[in-house]
């Protein structure tokens, strides 16, 4: 168990409808990242979140966008859903040691019909 | 900037053969490097960290490997395959100035009876 927890595991939608995506980082993290990983594209990272602030942006579609709260935790919000948006997101955190490292949750598996 | 190349998005080894997966990076400072493995709807789970130490780092399960400065790579080794060992495996390198890692692409190991 890393200590980072996402919520729902399974997320089934319809095409055009809008999504949320949860996590909570390990007790101390300051950082919090997305991915989408897909079969097609592999692991593409999102967004970074740092104590609330974005820090840096990867491939992340305008129709996404995430926030950090100030207990820490993110939501990624996903709106005007496709077809190839079909794909696991991670959310990872870091930040309690310097090199870096970051601990990935399980993962929510997002299925857009 | 900073990258990462893993030789290989397929290796396949037989049960209690060598395993060896490259990774080669590129980095204007000392590097922080990492290997993750992700097994089959799962997330990913630090399996070593290499953070200026020991330059052979050993981790969870039978792995390591050995840093080399000298042709900037980061191959991971196991010197006996398991079934269980067959999993995607990704190598990451810090990027110091946004807490950031830069993934490469994957590796996936398939372990033959």
């Known amino acids: 168990d890393s200590g980072v927890t996402q919520t729902p595991k399974h997320l089934i939608t319809a095409t055009g409808q809008r999504v949320t995506l949860r996590c909570s980082p390990r007790?101390?993290?300051?950082?919090v990242y997305w991915y989408q990983q897909s079969l097609d594209q592999g692991l593409q990272f999102l967004i970074q979140?740092?104590?609330?602030?974005?820090?840096a942006k990867g491939n992340i579609l305008e129709r996404f966008s995430a926030q950090q709260f100030p207990d820490l935790h993110s939501e990624l919000n996903l709106s005007s859903l496709e077809l190839g948006d079909s794909a696991l997101y991670f959310c990872?955190?870091?930040?309690?040691?310097?090199?870096?490292?970051?601990?990935f949750g399980p993962g929510t598996r997002l299925t857009v019909t | 900037a900073q990258s990462v190349t893993q030789l290989g998005s397929h290796v396949s080894v037989s049960e209690g053969a060598l395993v060896l997966l490259r990774c080669n990076y590129s980095?204007?400072?000392?590097?922080?490097l990492f290997w993750y493995v992700q097994y089959p709807n799962q997330g990913l789970q630090l399996l070593l960290k290499y953070t200026s130490a020991a330059t052979l780092v050993k981790g969870i399960n039978g792995f390591e490997a050995e840093f080399k400065k000298s042709e900037t790579s980061f191959h991971l080794t196991k010197p006996s395959a398991h079934m269980s060992d067959a999993a995607e495996y990704f190598c990451?390198?810090?990027?110091?100035?946004?807490?950031?890692?830069?993934w490469g692409a994957g590796t996936k190991l398939i372990i033959k009876p």
């Open positions: 980095s204007s400072v000392p590097p922080y």
């Open positions: 990451a390198v810090s990027d110091s100035s946004n807490f950031q890692l830069i």
């Open positions: 007790s101390g993290d300051l950082s």
């Open positions: 979140y740092y104590n609330g602030e974005e820090r």
């Open positions: 990872a955190s870091s930040g309690r040691d310097s090199s870096y490292e970051q601990y």
